[in-house]
């Protein structure tokens, strides 16, 4: 199995920043992306704010460009979110995911995407 675990949320003020990271560990072939969703208070999807693939490229949504920075350690299979000039509706849950490929016993691969438990983000006014 694989585990995703994030770690970094917090409550900070307006302005202020936070780093997230989330280490993936288990029985990994390799790692295609790897991600950042959020769910904020009373809404039901979560939304993506960040991607990034193994060859570097990167996806942001709108409301975080300039403001966020995705990176990623490919030998530690780990994936960072610095967030920068934080705003109050920025706080929500942050949820890591990772879509990566699994080695069977027959010795073919396929690829699974799991979900880390979350971290939460307060921002306040």
């Known amino acids: 199995q694989v585990q995703l675990v994030e770690s970094g949320g917090g409550l900070v003020q307006a302005g202020g920043s936070l780093r997230l990271s989330c280490a993936a560990s288990g029985s990994i072939f390799s790692i295609n992306v790897m991600g950042w969703y959020r769910q904020a208070p009373g809404k039901q999807q979560r939304e993506l704010v960040a991607r990034i693939f193994s060859l570097g490229s990167t996806n942001y949504a709108d409301s975080v460009k300039g403001r966020f920075t995705i990176s990623r350690d490919n030998a530690k299979n780990t994936v960072y979110l610095q967030m920068n000039t934080l705003k109050p509706e920025d706080t929500a849950v942050y949820y890591c995911?990772?879509?990566?490929?699994?080695?069977?016993?027959?010795?073919?691969?396929?690829?699974?995407?799991?979900w880390g438990q979350g971290t939460q983000v307060t921002v306040s006014s």
């Open positions: 995911h990772a879509d990566l490929l699994q080695r069977s016993s027959t010795g073919s691969t396929r690829q699974y995407g799991y």
